[in-house]
């Protein structure tokens, strides 16, 4: 981003900017100094004191002129409007009264309004989809923390109040801690799914080839040089360089970033609707009274987490089959060993983790006559076999000619003993009918390596979860 030429802004170049300008800075000067004098009045006075301080940098200087500050005052000015309202005397908003905040905000609007001009004058050419990409991002997450908490505190006095609230009488500084560290909480869990995500990638290609995965420094593949800690960043970085190497400019192939977005998506979309929602997308899993962020993490409830985790590693290792079989390579032994230990172990060993009897939706009453870990175990086995033996028959049914989809009944195999028999069976229909669709509507058409039948089984497994508890609900019969 460079700076916006002089001769772009309205307010230097025209005589009634110019006078603008030195009218906003008068005002602020004396304002600033009258409150400076009066500090003693408490927090407003001091807020008022830097509110000016600010109207007058930006109303003489043209350092950042345009979209970043623009960005500092969008986020400034609410900051600003919230303070003052907390004290809430009234001569604060009287009109009447010189240098009171209505002037200084007046002021901060103004040059709003020139800086958001300068960015719209200075055209197409200073605006890259990475400005607007930042821009969006940072107006959403103003929008968040700061204008949705202050418009809720001025429209507070005009609500009826509900006679017994649990969290009643929050200040506008706490709802902006709370949503921040909400915020922060959300972030990074999506980030650590981004960086699952890169890790997949070189788990992948290393596993088959009995390379090492942790070990392996990476280095460039076309001028070897080794990657700076910096450039190793998912996603961040591959934005950052263009998806270039920062040595050789060789292109970063798009598949690292499409994969590290997988990553962060699987785990920030069951954090919103699995973690946060306390389970609610699981069939059988018993409800709790209070959900959200603090209720489901701050005060942990520890089956919510590990079940997220478990999914959340399910679908991992789907997409890690996925991408060898993309690459025509075989997971290798030791690796399909761990994982149906790893998952099976976790389902039968901790009640909570799969809530799906073997009796659903089968009129055979079966509970109160087995105990509850053959019925876990059943459970898991009866999954693993449905799961092989559904997958078996899918590898039949090809996209194209001599496609490879022998990763498929271990990928069923572990969907079964994770998710049960009856998801097996919603995730398989969808499956057989997705790639029948495909292929007499043009599937055969889309990229012969990213299309294969395991992707595929990713993107419908992680389709399904959302909707899980409610098509059970659909197919008990
Ligand atoms: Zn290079």
Redesign the pocket.
Known sequence: MSEVPKHEDQFDSSLCGEYTRILLAGFATCSGLFWLVHLMLGTGAVVMVIANAIVLTIAIGSRFAGIRRLAILTLLTPIVVILLAQQDTQSWWSPRVMFSPTYTLLALLVLLIRDGWIVIQSGSKAITPKTVLAVVIGLALAAYMIVIPAIDMVLEPFRDRPTSYVMEDLTSWEILRVRSSKLTVFAVFAYGGACVGSFLNVAASSAPRRQPIALRSSA??????SIRRIDNLPIISYWWLGGR??????PIPIRYLFIELIGMTIFASLFLFELVTGAANIPGFFHYHYTGIIWMILYTKWPVVGIYFLHCILFSSLLMLALMEQDHLQAPRWMKIGLLIGFASSVIAVPTMLTVSVGDQIPVQLSGTVPEWLDRTANCLIGGLLGWTFGRLCSSVRLRWRQSSKSLPFSFTLLGITLGWQAVLTIGVFWLVTINLLKHFGGRHLRRQWLTPATLLVLIAILHHPAWKWLSERISW
């Open positions: 460039c593949p076309k001028c070897g040089k190497c920062r040595d050789c400019q060789a």
